[in-house]
C-alpha cells in the first residue's frame, strides 16, 4: 500500500491560553500530537509528514529522532491551505490519509476501514453527536454525503444535524491535489476549508464516502484546558480498565493516574490515589497502598510498597516491605526480604537480603550487606560540601540509633556500632564500636529560676 499520513498541526490553539502550542500540550505526560505520530507510525506508511507553524522549532524539536517530514506553514489560513503546503512532497500515486494534530486517541480498527474506502474515492470519517455544537456537519442527500458546512457557515435547520465531520480524511494524491488548487476562502472564515473538497468531489462525479467512527472519545479533539482534563480522566480509565482486564485490581479506576506503562504481573492490587510515570513493572502478587508515586522503577513479586511512598529509578527485590513514607531515590537497588520503614531516604545504594531499615534514616552511596539492622535516625554523612563519599556496612552489622556515618567509611563485618556514634575511621568486624563522649553526671545542679 502506497500510504502517506499527514497530520495538521500548524494551530496555535488560542483557546488553550498558553504559550506551548496546542499539539505539545500533554495527556498523560505525553504530547498530544505524541499520540498521532505513534498512532500514525503503526500503519507502516511510505511517509509521514507534518505540518507545523505556530511554535515552530519547538515542535520540531520535540520529535527529534522521528522519521518525519515537517512543512511549515507559515500562515494558518485553514485546514486546506495546510494540506496543500504538503502536497509538492507527495508523489501522485498511491493515497493520503489526513489526521489532526489535536485528536490524540484514534483507533487503529477504524482508520483501517476509512484507508480502505479511500482507495479511489473522497472517505471521511463521521460521527453522530448528541452535541455537534462546534463542528461541521455532514450534509446529506438520498443518504449521500453532499456537503460539510461548518457551524459558523450553517442556517438554522444545518445546525440541528447531528452527523459531525471529525477532520479525518483519505483520497488517493492525484484527485486531492487536483481539489486543494480549487479552493477558495469565500466563507465567513475567509479561511480555507479543507472540508470544500466534498462539493469538488462530487461535482466530478466522484461518490463520498463515510465511514462512522467506534466511540466518540477516540474522534474528540481538543481545544482548551477544561476539554483536556476531560480527556485525561477518559485515557486514565481506559488505562485502569487495560490493567483491569489483564487481572490487576484496582481499588478504583476513577482514581488511579498511569502516566507512562505500566506492567504487572499476576494478583497485583493498587489502591487509591496513585501515580505511576516512565516505565513501570511489578511482579507477580504486588501490593501498592494509597498515594504512591513510583516512576521508572521495578518492584519484585510479593513486595509491598505501604502508603505515601516514593520511589525513583529504583529496582525492589522479592518480598520486600517499603514504607509507609519511604523514599527511594535514583540507583536504590533492594536485594530480596529488604524492610525499608518510615521517613528512610535511600539514595544510589545497594541493600543486601534480610536487611532492616526501619525509621528516619538517610542512606546514600552505600553498599549495605546482608542482615543488617540500621537502627532509627542514622544517617551517612556522604557529602562533605564538595565531593561525594561511599558508606560500605558489611554482612550482619548492627547500628545503634542515632549514628552518623562519615564518609568513606567502612564498617566491618559482624561489627556493632553503639547508638549516638559519629563514625569518622573505619570499624573492624565483631567489635563494638563506640564513638561519644563519656555520660557524666553532675549531682547537686539546680535548675534556672524564672526572671
Ligand atoms: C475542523 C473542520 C471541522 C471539523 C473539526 C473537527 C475544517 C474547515 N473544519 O474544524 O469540519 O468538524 O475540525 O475537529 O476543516 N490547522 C492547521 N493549519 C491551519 C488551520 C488548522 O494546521 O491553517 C490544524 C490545527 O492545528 C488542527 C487541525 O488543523 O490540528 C484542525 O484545526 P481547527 O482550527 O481546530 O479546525 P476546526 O475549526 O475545529
Ligand atoms: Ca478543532
Known amino acids: 500500500m502506497n500510504l502517506t499520513i499527514l497530520i495538521l498541526a500548524a494551530g496555535k490553539g488560542t483557546r488553550m491560553r498558553s504559550i506551548l502550542p496546542k499539539v505539545l500540550q500533554s495527556l498523560a505526560h505525553k504530547p498530544l500530537l505524541g499520540f498521532v505520530i505513534d ?45 496543500l503546503q504538503a ?94 488548487g480549487q479552493l477558495s476562502n469565500k466563507n465567513r472564515q ?81 489502591d487509591v490515589g496513585c501515580v505511576f510515570e516512565g516505565k513501570v513493572i511489578l511482579g507477580n502478587h504486588v501490593k501498592i497502598a494509597a498515594y504512591s508515586h513510583i516512576k521508572d522503577s521495578v518492584i519484585g513479586d510479593h513486595s509491598s510498597i505501604e502508603p505515601y511512598s516514593h520511589i525513583e529509578d529504583s529496582k525492589v527485590g522479592d518480598h520486600c516491605r517499603i514504607g509507609p513514607y519511604a523514599r527511594l531515590r535514583p540507583g536504590t537497588k533492594l536485594q530480596n526480604h529488604v524492610h525499608i520503614g518510615n521517613f528512610v531516604e535511600i539514595k544510589n545504594s545497594e541493600v543486601n537480603d534480610n536487611t532492616n531499615i526501619n525509621h528516619l534514616s538517610y542512606v546514600g552511596d552505600s553498599l549495605v550487606g546482608k542482615s543488617v539492622n540500621i537502627g532509627a535516625g542514622t544517617i551517612t554523612c556522604n557529602y562533605d560540601g564538595i565531593n561525594k563519599h561511599p558508606t560500605t556496612i558489611e554482612d550482619g552489622v548492627f547500628i545503634g540509633s542515632n549514628t552518623a556515618l562519615v564518609a568513606p567509611v567502612k564498617i566491618g563485618k559482624g ?16 567489635d563494638l564500636t563506640v564513638a561519644r563522649s563519656k555520660q557524666t553526671s553532675i549531682s547537686g545542679w539546680t535548675k534556672p529560676t524564672k526572671k
Open 87 to 180: 502536497m509538492p512532497f507527495i508523489s501522485d500515486e498511491g493515497n493520503t490519509l489526513i489526521l489532526f494534530g489535536d485528536v490524540p486517541l484514534i483507533e487503529q480498527k477504524m482508520i483501517q476501514r476509512l484507508i480502505v474506502k479511500g482507495q479511489k474515492n473522497l472517505a471521511v470519517l463521521t460521527f453522530v453527536k448528541d452535541d455537534p455544537t462546534g463542528y461541521g456537519r455532514i450534509i446529506r442527500e438520498n443518504n449521500q454525503i453532499k456537503k460539510i458546512v461548518e457551524e459558523i457557515d450553517c442556517d438554522a435547520s444545518q445546525k440541528k444535524i447531528k452527523e459531525i465531520n471529525t477532520g479525518i480524511m483519505c483520497a488517493p494524491n492525484l484527485i486531492l491535489k487536483d481539489w486543494l
Open 415 to 430: 561489627a556493632t556500632i553503639a547508638a549516638g556514634s559519629t563514625i569518622t575511621k573505619d570499624a573492624p568486624p565483631g
Open 190 to 270: 475567509k479561511e480555507y476549508y479543507l472540508t470544500d473538497i466534498v462539493g469538488l468531489s462530487i461535482q466530478d462525479n466522484i461518490e463520498v464516502l463515510s465511514e462512522s467512527a467506534d466511540n466518540e472519545v477516540s474522534i474528540t479533539g481538543i481545544n482548551s484546558k477544561s476539554e483536556l482534563a476531560i480527556m485525561e480522566r477518559n485515557y486514565q480509565l481506559m488505562t485502569a480498565n487495560a490493567l483491569m482486564e489483564q487481572g490487576v485490581t484496582i481499588m478504583d479506576p476513577h482514581r488511579i493516574d498511569i502516566r507512562g506503562e505500566v506492567t504487572a504481573g499476576q494478583d497485583v492490587t493498587i
Open 39 to 83: 498512532a500514525a507510525m503503526s500503519f507502516h506508511p511510505k511517509q509521514i509528514l507534518v505540518v507545523y507553524g505556530y511554535g515552530g522549532n519547538l515542535v520540531k524539536q520535540t520529535f527529534p529522532s522521528q522519521n518525519i517530514q515537517w512543512i511549515e506553514q507559515k500562515e494558518q489560513l485553514g485546514t486546506g491551505h495546510a494540506v
